[in-house]
């Protein structure tokens, strides 16, 4: 397993952006696959975006594509959410998620390593 640790959670108004960063531990970053879920009070957790071990290959969920952004720099061991045109609905504890894949992988129960998460607020 990896340690996670996010970053770049706060409060914003409705319309704003945040960027979101995950830098997990160890020298094999590049090895896993990663993604970024969400969780708001009451709710399951759900998927919001995720790419594979290369950067070539991302996958989002419906309510966030065309807003969100998920890419990772490996040499830099960190990925990232760019969240634009944030609206109240994403209001949440968002964490960052990896696995051994060499795919993309979109489901809470692949992946083996989780952060604590951060909190993202979106004012109306």
């Known amino acids: 397993q990896v340690q996670l640790v996010e970053s770049g959670g706060g409060l914003v108004q409705a319309g704003g952006s945040l960027r979101l960063s995950c830098a997990p531990s160890g020298r094999t970053f590049s090895s896993y696959a990663m993604g970024w879920f969400r969780q708001a009070p009451g709710k399951e957790r759900e998927f919001v975006a995720a790419i594979n071990w290369s950067g070539g290959g991302t996958s989002y969920a419906d309510s966030v594509k065309g807003r969100f952004t998920i890419s990772r720099d490996n040499a830099k061991n960190t990925v990232y959410l760019q969240m634009n045109s944030l609206k109240p609905e994403d209001t949440a504890v968002y964490l960052c998620?990896?696995?051994?894949?060499?795919?993309?992988?979109?489901?809470?129960?692949?992946?083996?390593?989780w952060g604590l998460g951060t909190q993202v607020t979106v004012s109306s």
């Open positions: 998620a990896a696995t051994l894949s060499l795919g993309v992988a979109t489901g809470a129960g692949e992946y083996l390593s």
